[in-house]
């Protein structure tokens, strides 16, 4: 049978008080693409940086190919053929696609002989697996997929055989993810093995040989794809069975809490990316926009939370206008009783560097509640901050904690905790799980529709058609500044899918 | 002809006023560009500029000098380096308690040792770095013989052998009617420390956009990460740029006390080591442009010099204060006004952590 590309046994690691990773075993086949599941902080991100070097194990032995390794470095790690794509790209943005290849594995000393050299050793890589990339072309002018792209010819440059994935999807958009899955089956067709770490089950189940299941720094399960189920790996992740899909019952929408009309909005660059829309949402139902990301979803909620001017239209709440002039004031937007749950919850939701009861006021901090005086009442608000921490099992449980130092998941619930409980009559939600785990999206979820039950109007702007489904009571699709279709839930995949290509408007306007 | 004299005479200084800056700007693009800012250039300046005229007087010898004054400012880089590199201290915090150590310790040393209130003994001929003159070079021509007397001979007439092609092609161009004197006056009549200074520039942009090193100095200062992940070592990479960085404001030290001045006097670098610094953000990190922005600034310097005292066109005369000034003014003006977004390396100021 298949030799094992990798083994891992007895692998222990600590930081500090907290143990990331204990008595770890794996075998991973060669050939073979094996998945990493476990939900955030459950250690295998730390685990794979042990595999690459950036991290030694406090115990354990890694042997590659057969053969015990002493991998203390990046470099030990790249020598054995390993090689890693980052959740966070490791690329110098300002730099050309074949200035980050070669660095740190240049052939001389001098760039112009290794630049030569690589660009010939990278149009045989990219013949060999149908990875097209301008090799000239800067960084940070590529589109992320590309960017992901040169990171695997990067691994590849430097003769990887066993290829480390960490979350490779959170930053793709549904087309650039089916793209990249083919080109890791393209990869293992050539041999090579394949490691990828992520949280979501179904792409596990769409790529993966064998699955792995980590839970709270250990490995709880190793099982082949075909014979398990995402059900059985939900259960395995989070240690309880867990609802994929809520359960909710029939909507029933009441009066227009907010109307959208006509509204346009270009970016910074004077483009349009919100082209004369119009809809909108009742108290008593949820909206869900889809579309793929960058169809100008973020500047309609930007704009309908008074952040981005609008060009035209106009944005009722509650039967009276917004300020679309880029000048509206949030707090007295906050005030009539309109919450935003921002798409980007470290730049424009939290302030990391605060702790967390400071963040689950923000924004709300001279509501009275919260005040002595002129001063901050810190004992109502460590209360307050308690008990969001406990309606919403925000882990670790301290409000006293930085609030850089919660997972993405947990941070994404401080966020939920402070806009929901302010009992908002209308909720602008982006993208409510964007790395979150299985567990807490089924919590957030819930959330969200226990709003709607309460007759409140919910928008949710989500580039996860799982989720828009799961959520919505209506679809609209957005594709290239414009809405062009609305659904009900029942809509399938494939028809959301098209819409969200384009394709319906496309052979209209043919 | 006067007013041409004149023009002559300013460029002439600017081109002297600008060395000094010019190095230490490319030492802190140096260190910039690979992540570390380096607020002590100022600082290392100094003590290169007091190590090179003390060993220059005690030793009887300019390249000691220069030895002495690069050995030290590196030392001071390695402290720098110490702190923001191997310990994360704040680099700017860092840099400061450079700048405060060599301007009191300067003066301490220079009064322990030479008693001369914090200065060292006025360089002698020999000791100082001579002037390149239309002079020494026909002289050079006019006396050249090849010896083999002695071993000793016979090396000084290889040296000179080569460089007797060069030394004649230049005092041709020095013989021209009209050209001869402008260029004899901006050109020649420098130290070698000029040329090697206008050297570097070339040298800073194929070193860091054509090897090897300056690559990975360049990813080092945009993302750590990157070159962490890549196999390289972020510290070593540091510690080498900022090698770089001590050699450099070594030589702007020694320029200062053994070039422009005839010896160590207490504060000489007078805030230049900040003004290049400034040049450096006007140049946008770019080593040709920091060439510019030095000879910018060293004009400004030459021009508020030549212009005290004497009344100017419009305006009439103007005080020797604000003639000082005008550098300084212009320096802020420009770097608030007129060099538009200036993207610094991204990493800079960061100390590098590993992230969890």
């Known amino acids: 049978m298949a030799q094992a590309a990798i083994e891992l046994i007895g692998i222990n690691k600590s930081f500090g008080a907290v143990r990331a990773n204990r008595d770890i075993n794996l075998e991973i086949a060669r050939g073979t693409i094996h998945g990493i599941v476990g939900e955030n902080g459950a250690g295998k991100s730390t685990l794979m940086s042990i595999l690459y070097g950036f991290y030694q194990a406090d115990s354990g032995e890694i042997r590659v190919g057969g053969n015990p390794a002493s991998i203390k470095t990046p470099n030990d790690a790249i020598a054995l053929g390993i090689g890693m794509v980052h959740q966070h790209f490791m690329l110098v943005d300002n730099f050309s696609v074949l200035e980050n290849i070669i660095l740190g594995a240049e052939s001389d000393a001098l760039l112009k002989r290794s630049i030569a050299k690589a660009r010939s050793e990278l149009e045989r890589l990219e013949r060999e697996y149908g990875l097209d990339v301008d090799p000239d072309a800067i960084i940070e002018e590529l589109p992320v997929g ?157 704009a309908i939370s008074g952040i981005r001017r609008a060009v035209s239209g106009s944005v009722m709440l509650d039967g009276k206008p917004i300020d679309l002039t880029g000048a509206a004031d ?173 394709v319906e408007r496309q052979e209209a306007a043919a | 002809m006067d007013f041409v004299n004149a023009i002559v005479q300013v460029l002439d200084s600017t081109i002297r006023l600008s060395v000094p800056l010019l190095l230490a700007c490319l030492a802190g693009l140096f260190s910039e560009r690979s992540g570390i ?58 840099g400061v308690a450079i700048n405060f150590i060599a301007a009191g310790s300067t003066i301490i040393l220079g009064q322990a040792w030479f008693q001369q209130g914090g200065r060292t ?27 083999t007397a002695s071993f000793a001979d016979f090396l000084a007439s290889i040296r000179g052998l080569i460089l007797y092609l060069p030394a004649l092609l230049i005092d041709a161009l020095a013989r021209i009617p009209g050209f001869g004197p402008i260029f004899a006056e901006l050109v020649l009549g420098h130290s070698i420390l000029v040329y090697f200074a206008f050297a570097m520039v070339p040298f800073t942009w194929w070193v860091l956009f054509r090897t090897r090193f300056g690559l990975r100095l360049r990813a080092v200062g945009e993302n750590p990460a990157a070159v962490d992940t890549a196999g390289i070592s972020v510290a070593w990479l540091r510690y080498r740029a900022l090698i770089c960085t001590g050699i450099l404001t070594g030589v702007a030290g020694a320029y200062l006390s053994m070039v422009q001045n005839g010896g160590f006097v207490k504060d000489m670098t007078a805030g230049k080591g900040y003004i290049a610094l400034a040049a450096l953000i006007f140049a946008k990190w770019k080593p040709v442009n920091a060439m510019f922005a030095c000879l910018l600034f060293g004009f400004l310097d030459a021009a508020s010099i030549r212009l005290q005292g004497s009344p100017l066109p419009i305006v009439g005369k103007v005080s020797a204060q604000f003639m000082q000034a005008l550098p300084y003014v212009l320096t802020v003006v420009l770097l608030a006004g007129f060099i538009g977004k200036a993207i610094p390396p991204r990493a800079g100021g960061v100390p590098y952590v590993k992230e969890r």
């Not at chain 1, 309606?391 to 449980?397: A, C, E, L, Q, V």
């Not at chain 1, 209308?426 to 299985?438: E, K, M």
């Open chain 1, 146 to 302: 590309l960017q992901q792209r040169v990171e695997i010819l990067k691994a590849l440059y430097r003769g990887a055989e066993i290829l480390i994935l960490d979350e490779p999807t959170g930053v793709l958009t549904p087309a650039e993810a089916d793209h990249l899955f083919r080109i890791l089956k393209q990869l293992k067709d050539q041999g090579k093995t394949v490691v990828l770490i992520t949280h979501k089950l179904r792409e596990i189940m769409a790529i993966t040989d064998t699955v792995s299941v980590m839970r709270q720094g250990t490995m709880v399960a190793t099982r082949e794809t075909r014979k398990t189920t995402v059900e059985e790996l939900a259960e395995l992740m989070v240690g309880r069975r867990v609802l994929l899909r809520v359960e909710k019952g029939e909507a029933e929408a009441g009066a227009v809490k907010l109307a959208v009309k006509n509204l346009t909005v270009k970016d910074s660059r004077g483009v349009t990316m919100v082209d004369d829309i119009s809809f909108d949402v009742r108290g008593g139902e949820i909206v869900g926009i889809a579309g793929v990301a960058g169809n100008g979803q973020s500047e309609l909620l930007e």
């Open chain 1, 330 to 502: 949030p707090g007295e937007l906050r005030d009539r009783g309109l919450a935003h749950v921002p798409e980007d919850r470290h730049h424009v939701g939290l302030v990391l560097a605060f702790e967390e009861n400071e963040n689950s006021i923000l924004g709300y901090h001279d509501d009275p509640r919260y005040l002595r005086g002129p001063f901050l009442n810190v004992d109502a608000i460590m209360a307050d901050a308690r008990d969001k921490i406990e309606k919403y099992d925000i882990r670790p449980g301290n409000p006293r904690l930085k609030t850089a130092n919660f997972s993405g998941g947990n941070q994404q619930k401080i966020v939920l905790a402070r806009e929901i409980e302010q009992d908002p009559g209308v909720l602008i939600v982006g993208q409510p799980t964007r790395g979150v785990d299985v567990g807490a999206i089924e919590f957030i979820h819930k959330r969200l529709i226990a709003m709607r039950d309460q007759g409140k109007a919910v928008l949710v702007v989500s580039v996860e058609l799982d989720e828009i489904r799961s959520l919505s009571d209506r679809i609209l699709v957005m594709f290239a500044g414009r809405i062009v279709g609305e659904r009900g839930p029942e809509a399938t995949e494939g028809e959301l899918g098209l819409l969200m290509a384009g």
């Open chain 2, 37 to 94: 800012f380096d607020i002590g250039l100022e600082g290392k300046m100094l003590v290169g500029a007091f190590a090179g005229a003390a060993a220059a007087s005690v030793f009887h010898s300019a390249f000691i000098g220069l030895g002495m004054a690069i050995l030290i400012s590196v030392a001071f880089a390695m402290v720098h380096g110490f702190a923001s590199i191997t310990h994360r201290g704040n680099q700017i915090v860092s």
């Open chain 2, 121 to 147: 003994p006025a360089l002698q001929p020999g000791e100082r770095f001579e002037s390149i003159t239309a002079y020494v070079i026909s002289n050079f021509l006019s006396t050249y013989s090849f010896s």
